[in-house]
């Protein structure tokens, strides 16, 4: 096989490799509009609790540490530190991820789904 078939084949490798980093990596566009599942009990401007707590700044945020929500014992026990792969854990399966949480979100099962909530929450909440 030729040299020019090689470099050829490894340039399709990369592109399929960036593919997958950038359909991991989420869109926040469709995010936003998953985002709507979230809306009805979760707030993005700090100190604007509803029926959840609100969700700004909530990258690097302990779980159960937004003042003035009362959170479950099993969110304040839980202890853990938002971020991607936490908060994707969560979404997918909140009951599943904190047993005895009061959240009642059955949870986004698809991954890009996810992964496009993540990313417009990273970009809605800093």
């Given at each position: 096989?030729?040299?020019?078939?090689?470099?050829?084949?490894?340039?399709?490798?990369?592109?399929?490799?960036?593919?997958?980093?950038?359909?991991?990596?989420?869109?926040?566009?469709?995010?936003?509009?998953?985002?709507?599942?979230?809306?009805?009990?979760?707030?993005?401007?700090?100190?604007?609790?509803?029926?959840?707590?609100?969700?700004?700044?909530?990258?690097?945020?302990?779980?159960?540490?937004?003042?003035?929500?009362?959170?479950?014992?099993?969110?304040?026990?839980?202890?853990?530190?938002?971020?991607?792969?936490t908060i994707a854990a969560y979404?997918?399966?909140?009951?599943?991820?904190?047993?005895?949480?009061?959240?009642?979100?059955?949870?986004?099962?698809?991954?890009?789904?996810?992964?496009?909530?993540?990313?417009?929450?990273?970009?809605a909440t800093k």
């Amino acid at each position: 096989m030729s040299r020019v078939f090689f470099s050829a084949l490894a340039a399709l490798a990369v592109s399929f490799s960036l593919a997958g980093a950038a359909q991991a990596a989420g869109d926040v566009e469709a995010g936003k509009k998953s985002f709507a599942k979230c809306r009805a009990c979760h707030q993005l401007e700090a100190g604007k609790n509803g029926v959840g707590p609100s969700l700004a700044k909530v990258f690097g945020r302990k779980s159960g540490t937004v003042d003035g929500f009362k959170y479950s014992d099993a969110m304040k026990a839980k202890a853990v530190v938002w971020d991607e792969k936490t908060i994707a854990a969560y979404v997918a399966d909140p009951k599943g991820y904190v047993p005895g949480n009061k959240m009642v979100f059955p949870g986004i099962k698809k991954e890009s789904e996810v992964a496009d909530l993540i990313a417009y929450l990273k970009d809605a909440t800093k």
